[in-house]
């Protein structure tokens, strides 16, 4: 049952920052109530749903007027603030009902032109609707229990049975003003009913106040709620579960075979894999096959998740099997599309044929996406789709829109509009491991990449220091605590990484630790601990991820931290210099060897950056050795600059950006002919 979270004190709070204005008030509850609806993801998820209230404003010339503020696209409930209820002049939407019929393009141009704020965001695709309901609060969502309720096949008999003719059906239209008149017609036959379900797509319900619309919402969403329960079947026994070593080696095949479909320089999407108690109790049901056939929950997932997830049973995750049953999966997607578009004139542009999500045998569902929050949104609505499923199959069956309507809902242009048109960062889409990331320059590296829309791993011992990173970089990022010299610790890195993301893209081999020493006196356990650290551990992170790189088959990148030490030794640094320097051969070795699969591998040489390796005390002990002041000696090179940690993120950034360049090592150090590679 979804709780009632209202609560007196914080509504006061909410009201109470808003000042003294009744109106600012009464739409700080309206916020206030929208964020309690956005927060259960049984009720709205990822921008869908919306909310509305009737208020009074004053114009520029002072004049009284009616407006409805309504949830402006891009806003999410969960988070809404004022700004994200627009205010509109409700008289001239209210005039627009008499009219026959209005195109998208005219519908949303005519509610921008009677925005109070020219600068605000576009009102909802559903702001007719919410204007053409007489009532003063109006709350819309897309929850798990009625979009159940609203894909049976007895949805009519199921509605009376629950609210008697307190529930009024609204047949399937797709939003916009069709669906708004019909709306509004069917609640003025209806003046009994409290609220409305609309088939195939969701729930309305209102109120004078936001509480009383809220109350509704939580009451009636918990009576079909109830209904559905009554009716549950008893849970399947979980899906066995793939072996892990063999979901390690499923899911890179599976992120390279779709990039196959996408084309040669599209990259890799990301992948959010979900394997649950319930997700494998879902995967164990007999009718997937004609599950995975049947659509989406409510319309709007269509842009997110595709119409259709693919199947991919446990017999297919061999090579030919995936690309078969890929294959298949574009081929009915082409032919779906061709039988659509020539509805539409033939003009629309096919989107790519893959799917937004797998339902993959004994591993799980997996969200596929662009980014890592497009791979989650899909993830997430598809956990709800399968509550929706599971549950309708129970009560009767699951019979959502059909093929037209899906097609409408996918290529409408006002759908698209939501995922936006600005070009990708260039590093969207790629999956970067990095080792020592909680230190100075890894610290620098990861912020780097991520600001070019990479996902990272971020792989250090300091537990807490990296966890603290990755909660700064954000949750489409991941973080892993441990010791990179112990034995199998890469290849639990990879596996980490996979069961993030779905794969590798670049690896960036940065941890390392100088320790120092004559070399005539230097015992013998130093320089092991030194090449263990130093050598051996990216010897097996590079050996680990080009696994990952071949499943994938699409190239990829191995980065190094060298060292000025590797090319210019300097005095006591030798247990530091002879691991770098064999690391520094390390990467033209596998330059050699890996260039053929497209596997770039380059260096970073950077010296004198302030850092865990270079502390702040050695920074004065130095200086002081030579006579210098502490700023002369980090400036000490060409340039007369101070070399930081963020210019040697900018050089791994370059080198990964850097198509035809492989066996490179990149020199950082503000300039130092002793150590110039050439
Ligand atoms: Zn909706």
């Not at 929950?297 to 997830?309: C, E, F, L, Q, S």
């Not at 999500?357 to 789709?385: F, H, K």
């Not at 940065?510 to 005539?520: R, W």
């Not at 980090?634 to 963020?646: D, F, I, P, Q, S």
Request: aromatic share 6%; glycine share 8%; charged share 20%.
């Amino acid at each position: 049952m979804i709780a009632n979270r209202w609560d007196e004190a914080q509504a006061a709070q909410f009201q109470d920052a808003a000042g003294s204005d009744p109106m600012a008030r009464e739409l700080a509850l309206r916020v206030y109530s929208s964020r309690l609806i956005g927060s259960d993801p049984d009720l709205v998820m990822h921008g869908g749903g919306n909310t509305s209230v009737k208020l009074r404003a004053r114009d520029v010339m002072g004049q009284e007027i009616d407006v409805l503020h309504v949830k402006g696209s891009g806003w999410d409930l969960g988070q809404i603030e004022a700004a994200g209820l627009p205010a509109l002049r409700l008289a001239p939407l209210l005039e627009l009902r008499s009219l026959e019929a209005l195109s998208d393009a005219a519908m949303v141009n005519v509610q921008r032109a009677n925005l109070l704020d020219s600068m605000a965001p576009n009102p909802s695709v559903e702001t007719l609707l919410h204007a053409w309901l007489p009532p003063r609060h109006i709350d819309h969502t897309h929850a798990t229990a009625f979009l159940t309720l609203a894909n049976l096949p007895e949805v009519a008999e199921a509605t009376r049975e629950i609210f008697g003719d307190r529930m009024a059906l609204v047949r399937y239209i797709m939003p916009g003003f069709a669906l708004a008149k019909a709306a509004a017609q069917v609640f003025e036959e209806n003046p009994q009913a409290e609220g409305l379900l609309l088939v195939n797509h969701g729930h309305f319900t209102w109120g004078p106040t936001a509480k009383d619309s809220y109350d509704r919402l939580i009451a009636q969403t918990n009576a079909v709620m109830d209904w559905l329960s009554q009716r549950r079947a008893a849970p399947l026994r979980p899906v066995a579960a793939l072996p892990a070593p063999e979901r390690a080696s499923l899911l890179p095949r599976l992120r390279g075979a779709v990039a196959g479909v996408l084309g040669d320089d599209a990259p890799m999407p990301l992948f959010d894999l979900r394997a649950g108690d319930a997700v494998m109790r879902f995967l164990a049901r007999p009718d997937l096959d004609a599950l995975a056939a049947r659509g989406v929950a409510t319309p709007d997932h269509v842009i997110r998740t595709k119409g259709h997830p693919l199947l991919l049973r446990r017999a297919d995750p061999t090579e030919a099997g995936m690309q078969r049953a890929l294959a298949e999966y574009a081929d009915r997607y082409a032919a779906y599309f061709d039988r659509h578009n020539p509805r539409h004139g033939g003009s629309l542009t096919r989107l790519p044929p893959v799917p937004g999500l797998v339902w993959a045998e004994g591993v799980g569902l997996i969200g596929l996406g662009a980014s890592r929050g497009a791979a989650r949104i899909a993830a997430d609505i598809c956990e709800q789709t399968l509550r929706v499923m599971q549950d309708g199959m129970a009560a009767g069956d699951f019979r959502p829109i059909g093929e037209a309507d899906l097609f409408d809902m996918e290529y409408w242009s006002l759908e698209q509009a939501k995922l936006g048109k600005s070009r990708p960062a260039p590093l969207q889409g790629r999956v970067v491991l990095v080792t020592g990331a909680a230190g100075a320059i890894g610290a620098a590296i990861a912020r780097a990449f991520a600001a070019q829309g990479a996902a990272l791993m971020l792989v250090d011992r300091d537990e807490a220091a990296v966890n603290t990173l990755r909660d700064a970089l954000g949750r489409d990022h991941a973080a892993l605590a441990c010791d990179i010299t112990e034995k199998g610790v890469a290849d639990a890195a990879m596996a980490a990484t996979i069961d993030a993301f779905g794969g590798l893209d670049i690896l960036i081999s940065n941890a390392g630790a100088a320790m120092q020493g004559a070399m005539a006196e230097l015992p013998e356990a130093t320089l092991r601990a030194s090449f263990e650290l130093n050598f051996f551990a990216p010897v097996a992170f590079a050996q680990a991820a080009v696994s990952v790189l071949r499943a994938q088959g699409r190239g990829g990148q191995l980065l190094f931290n060298v060292s000025k030490q590797a090319v210019n030794p300097g005095r006591d640094f030798g247990a530091y210099g002879l691991p770098k320097s064999a690391t520094m051969f390390l990467l033209r070795q596998l330059a050699l060897e890996l260039g053929g699969e497209g596997i770039r591998v380059n260096g970073v040489n950077a010296d004198r950056i302030r850092s865990g390796l270079l502390s702040d005390a050695m920074i004065a002990a130095r200086a002081h050795a030579r006579g210098l002041s502490e700023a002369d000696y980090l400036a000490g090179n060409l340039l007369h600059r101070e070399v930081e940690a963020r210019h040697v993120a900018q050089a791994f950034v370059a080198l990964a950006l850097s198509e035809r360049s492989t066996a490179h090592v990149m020199t950082v150090d503000g300039g130092n002919i002793e150590a110039a590679l050439r």
